[in-house]
């Protein structure tokens, strides 16, 4: 595993990335003035979240330790993300922009088919080898696989996966050009919604009978 001053390095790189796209259009609005921290105790309803009072800011609203620890992939996706959003960082709020780690288990690790509403990713691997790929609106899938250094961009709204293809354990950064980027995995979000997706409509759309449907709903809505 890499040491910390390397992980440091390689989110400083990501950054550059990242800073790239959120010049040639964040998906967040602009900001008005140098910093709006989020307050996030605020009971005011906003696109975002409304600023705190500048007399209360500090520099710790900038700052988020953490990422340097790796998360814990004890469960059925061998999977963890540790985020870095404006609801764990207030400092990045009207920003347009937002990180996670990334672990997966070996053997498998996987970060199942989930789209981000609102953000671009870009992703480096830090350790680990990773099969990845999106698919975009005619179905086509745009899939390689990834080895230490290497960085691949999950457009905007488009459904995409990670998979650890190795032995060992793989970590991986990413960043998103908005502060809240939303993710909404495919399968949970058809199958394990409440209200639940009429089974008709779900039998249809893929093809299959009814009883399949209500084994899935059960499975994701009882997991």
Same mark, same amino acid.
């Given at each position: 595993?890499? #040491?910390?001053?390397?992980?440091? *390095?390689?989110?400083? @790189? ?12 964040? #998906?967040?609005?602009? %900001?008005?003035?140098?910093?709006? @921290? ?9 696109? &975002? ?8 800011? $500090? ?9 340097? +620890? ?7 996706? &061998? ?8 609801? =764990? ?8 922009? #937002? ?9 498998? &690790?996987?970060?199942?088919?989930? $789209? ?15 099969? /990845? ?15 230490? &250094? ?8 488009? @459904?995409?996966? =990670? ?7 793989? /970590? ?8 809240? %980027?939303?993710?909404? =995995? ?7 919604? #409440?209200? %639940? ?6 039998? +249809? ?5 009814? +009883? *399949?449907? +209500?084994? *899935? ?7």
């Amino acid at each position: 595993m890499e #040491s910390f001053p390397a992980l440091a *390095l390689a989110v400083l @790189v990501i950054f550059s990335y990242a800073n790239s796209i959120v010049t040639v259009g964040a #998906s967040d609005p602009d %900001p008005l003035q140098d910093i709006c @921290v989020a307050d996030l105790q605020s009971k005011v309803i906003v696109n &975002g979240f409304p600023c705190k009072n500048a007399m209360m800011v $500090t520099a710790n609203d900038f700052r988020l330790k953490g990422l340097d +620890k790796p998360g814990n992939t004890n469960n059925q996706l &061998g999977f963890k993300v540790t985020p870095a959003f404006v609801m =764990q960082l207030p400092g990045l709020n009207t920003l347009g922009i #937002s990180m996670v780690r990334l672990d997966y288990a070996g053997r498998g &690790g996987l970060n199942p088919p989930h $789209t981000h509403p609102r953000a671009t990713e870009i992703l480096v691997v830090i350790e680990g080898t990773l099969l /990845v790929g999106f698919i975009n609106t005619n179905n086509t899938l745009f899939s390689i696989t990834l080895e230490k &250094g290497d960085v691949f961009v999950f457009p905007r709204g488009l @459904v995409h996966f =990670q998979q650890n293809i190795g032995s060992v354990n793989a /970590v991986a950064i990413a960043s998103l050009n908005s502060q809240n %980027p939303g993710t909404q =995995q495919v399968a949970p979000a058809l199958f394990g919604a #409440s209200p %639940p997706v009429s089974a008709a409509v779900l039998a +249809k759309a893929f093809q299959i009978d009814d +009883k *399949l449907v +209500k084994i *899935l709903q059960h499975k994701f809505t009882s997991s």
